[in-house]
C-alpha cells in the first residue's frame, strides 16, 4: 500500500509504484483536471503542484512523490467558488479549448506561492514549460499578472501568497486516509 496525499487528503493505493502520477490522478482519484497530452513531458497539461514545485504528472513514477504532498487543479477552488488564480484566467478569458489551462494554472499557482511580486518576464519565463497550442499566451501572462496583484491587495500587502490557499490545503495533516484497492477481475 502506498499513502498518496492530494489536495490535503490522503489515499491508501494498492498499485505498482512504477505507475504514472497522472495515471493515478486520473484512473484511481477521479480528479480529471491534469490532461494526458503528449506523455513525454513537453507540453505541461498534465502539470500538478508536488511539495512546492510545478511537475509534469505523466513523467513523475508514484513512488518519486514519496510523503510529498500533490495538489491539483481541483484543489484551488471549484466551479462555483473558483480559486483567485482560477477566476483570474476565466476574468481574461484565458482559455479557447481549456485542454492545457488546469496546467498553466498549477504552474502559475506555484510561481505566486514562492513569489508574490513577479515581472512580467518572470511570468513569462515561468510558464515556458507548458504550451497552448491555442495561442492564448498573452491572456495567459495578463491573467497571472493580475492574480498576483489581486493576491496581494487581498493579503494587504502582507501575506505571503501561500497563504491564500484554500483552508483545506494549508492542514496537509490526513484526517483519515481513503482505501483504493485493486478491484479484482472475474
Given amino acids: 500500500m502506498i499513502t498518496l496525499t492530494v489536495n490535503g487528503k490522503a489515499h491508501e493505493l494498492d498499485i505498482d509504484p512504477a505507475t504514472p502520477l497522472l495515471y493515478v490522478l486520473r484512473n484511481q482519484l477521479e480528479l480529471n483536471g491534469a490532461k494526458y497530452g503528449c506523455g513525454l513531458g513537453q507540453c505541461g497539461a498534465c502539470t500538478v503542484i508536488v511539495g512546492d514545485a510545478p511537475m509534469f504528472s505523466c513523467q513523475v513514477p508514484l513512488a518519486?512523490?514519496?510523503?510529498?504532498?500533490?495538489?491539483?487543479?481541483?484543489?484551488?477552488?471549484t466551479p462555483q467558488h473558483p480559486g483567485p488564480l482560477q477566476q483570474s484566467f476565466i476574468d481574461h478569458q484565458a482559455a479557447q479549448c481549456g485542454y492545457c489551462i488546469a496546467g498553466m494554472i498549477m504552474?502559475?499557482?506555484?510561481?505566486?506561492?514562492?513569489?508574490?511580486?513577479?515581472?512580467?518576464?518572470?511570468?513569462?519565463?515561468?510558464?515556458?514549460?507548458n504550451l497552448c497550442r491555442c495561442g492564448t499566451h498573452m491572456r495567459i501572462v495578463a491573467a497571472v499578472v493580475d492574480a498576483a496583484e489581486g493576491m496581494r491587495a487581498q493579503a494587504g500587502g502582507k501575506q505571503h501568497l501561500s497563504s491564500l490557499r484554500p483552508a483545506e490545503l494549508v492542514e496537509q495533516t490526513p484526517t483519515g486516509a481513503v482505501s483504493h484497492t485493486r478491484k479484482k477481475r472475474p
Fill in 107 to 129: 504552474r502559475a499557482q506555484a510561481l505566486l506561492e514562492r513569489n508574490a511580486s513577479p515581472t512580467r518576464a518572470e511570468v513569462v519565463a515561468h510558464m515556458e514549460p
Fill in 64 to 77: 518519486a512523490v514519496g510523503a510529498r504532498p500533490v495538489r491539483t487543479v481541483e484543489g484551488l477552488g
